[in-house]
């Protein structure tokens, strides 16, 4: 059985001001770190095979946390980057509201494709999925961790257990610093076994920008 847990990055000053910042390169603030530090003597005691990242500096710095209880490199694939929000990205989702109106009132009301360059959920689904089956193909029957993004791990699950958007809309966000877990038999497939697992409870920032 193959083990996938897909851990969401530590928080950013980003994250706390409700700014977007989809691929912008945000790196963690200090509890962002200590989160990271926290998390990962749980996640060293599941004895992963691998650890992949996104290449953004906060999912990065995140793995960096595990990689080095462990001892195992940090691999990093630009597939497992955020959401890209194109127009959006450096605002405030105050000031988002203000500019976009209706693509914002789309957005929040699950359009996967609202406009304003967004890149459609579809593609961002496609995107990571492929990626995370890729990182479980680097350890079959073992347990791979993947540090990356809460919008981005969102449909990148989906992707692989099948569930298309509307199932998506009813799980919530990752909180910074928990993760997913997805297990793969040759009978089953994959499978959701736990969700938004961590020390720390949070809140969170809308859909995790």
């Known amino acids: 059985m193959t083990r996938l847990i897909v851990w969401r990055h530590g928080n950013t000053d980003w994250n706390a001001a409700n700014r977007v910042q989809g691929q912008l390169d945000v790196p963690l603030n200090e509890l962002g770190r200590d989160q990271a530090r926290a998390a990962a003597p749980l996640l060293a005691a599941r004895r992963p095979d691998a650890i992949v990242a996104s290449d953004l500096s906060r999912a990065a710095e995140t793995a960096d946390a595990l990689a080095a209880l462990t001892g195992l490199p940090v691999r990093t694939d630009a597939r497992l980057r955020e959401r890209h929000f194109g ?24 359009d996967p494709d609202p406009g304003a360059d967004l890149e459609p959920l579809h593609d961002l689904g496609e995107r990571v999925g492929a990626a995370l089956q890729d990182a479980a193909d680097l350890a079959s029957g073992g347990t791979v961790v993947i540090a990356t993004h809460g919008g981005g791990s969102r449909q990148g699950i989906g992707r692989l257990l099948g569930w298309d958007t509307a199932v998506l809309r009813t799980i919530g966000s990752l909180a910074n610093c928990h993760w997913t877990e997805l297990r793969h038999d040759d009978v089953r497939g994959w499978q959701l ?17």
């Open 193 to 209: 076994r736990a969700h938004n697992v961590g020390l720390i409870t949070a809140p969170v920032a809308v859909d995790a920008v």
């Open 87 to 110: 127009q959006w990205q450096g605002l405030y989702l105050t000031e988002v509201a203000e500019r976009f109106p209706e693509e914002y009132a789309r957005w929040r009301a699950g």
